[in-house]
C-alpha cells in the first residue's frame, strides 16, 4: 500500500465548475500538508500548505485536512482554463526533511 | 527575484555514463533537496542539503550522490546510468526550517538514458 494515494484521472469538467481534488494517506504522523500544480514539463508549483487539520482558503482554493479520517482535499472555485494541470497532494512528518508526493490527478477545464 | 535554476534543461546520456545534473537555490535559502519524477507519477525525494550537510537520504542507490556548495548551490550526480534513471529531475530551494519548511521547485532536468 502506497502511503499517499491520490486518482490519477484525468477529471474534465466545464469552465465555472467547481473542482474538488482529494487524496487519501495511510499514516497518521503526517502533520504539513500541501498542493502542488505541476504544468507539462515544469516544476510543481506551491498552492497551499496547512499544519495539522482544518481549512485554509487562498482565493479560488481551499484546502481541507481531515486528520481523523487520513483524507485532504483542494477545491477549485470558479475553474479557468488556465488552471489545467496536474496537481499533487504531498505531506511530511513534523521532524522529517523529505515531502512524500501522491501520483497527480491531472485535471482539464474545458472552455 | 530569480526563482530556482536548473541546469541543464534536457540531456541525453547512453547506459553507463556518468551524469551531473546543478542547481542555486532561491537567494537567501540554505537547503536544497532534490527529487526524481518519473512520467506518470509523483516526485520522489533523493536528498536534502542544508548548510552544506546531508540532512535526509531516500531510498536511492549509492550511484546516486549529491553535494552543497559554500554558495548554497548543489550538483546531484548518477554514475554507471540505467535505462531507469530516464526522468525529471528536480531541485528544491528552502530556508531550513523544519518546522514550516516551505519547498519552491525550478523547472526540473529531463534526463533520457537510452
Known amino acids: 500500500q502506497k502511503e499517499v494515494e491520490q486518482d490519477p484521472g484525468p477529471l474534465s469538467v466545464p469552465e465555472g465548475a467547481i473542482v474538488s481534488l482529494n487524496c487519501t494517506y495511510s499514516n497518521s504522523a503526517f502533520q504539513y500538508f500541501m498542493w502542488y500544480r505541476q504544468y507539462s514539463r515544469k516544476g510543481p508549483e506551491l498552492l497551499m500548505y496547512?499544519?495539522?487539520?482544518g481549512n485554509k482558503e487562498d482565493g479560488r482554493f481551499t484546502a481541507q485536512v481531515d486528520k481523523s479520517s487520513k483524507y485532504i482535499s483542494l477545491f477549485i472555485r470558479d475553474s479557468q482554463p488556465s488552471d489545467s494541470a496536474t496537481y499533487l497532494c504531498?505531506?511530511?512528518?513534523?521532524?522529517?526533511?523529505?515531502?512524500?508526493f501522491g501520483s497527480g490527478t491531472r485535471l482539464s477545464i474545458r472552455p | 527575484d530569480a526563482g530556482v535554476t536548473q541546469s541543464p534543461t534536457h540531456l541525453i546520456k547512453t547506459r553507463g555514463q556518468h551524469v551531473t545534473l546543478r542547481c542555486s537555490p532561491i537567494?537567501?535559502?540554505?537547503?536544497v533537496s532534490w527529487y526524481q519524477q518519473v512520467l506518470g507519477q509523483g516526485p520522489q525525494f533523493i536528498f536534502q542539503?542544508?548548510?552544506?550537510?546531508?540532512?535526509g537520504r531516500g531510498n536511492f542507490p549509492d550511484r546516486f550522490s549529491a553535494r552543497q556548495f559554500p554558495n548554497y548551490s548543489s550538483e546531484l550526480n548518477v554514475n554507471a546510468l540505467l535505462l531507469g534513471d530516464s526522468a525529471l529531475y528536480l531541485c528544491?530551494?528552502?530556508?531550513?526550517?523544519?518546522?514550516?519548511?516551505?519547498?519552491?521547485f525550478g523547472s526540473g532536468t529531463q534526463l533520457s538514458v537510452l
Open positions: 537567494s537567501g535559502h540554505k537547503s
Open positions: 504531498a505531506m511530511r512528518y513534523s521532524s522529517a526533511s523529505k515531502i512524500i
Open positions: 528544491a530551494s528552502s530556508s531550513g526550517d523544519t518546522i514550516n519548511e516551505k519547498l519552491f
Open positions: 542539503y542544508y548548510e552544506k550537510e546531508e540532512r
Open positions: 496547512t499544519y495539522s487539520s
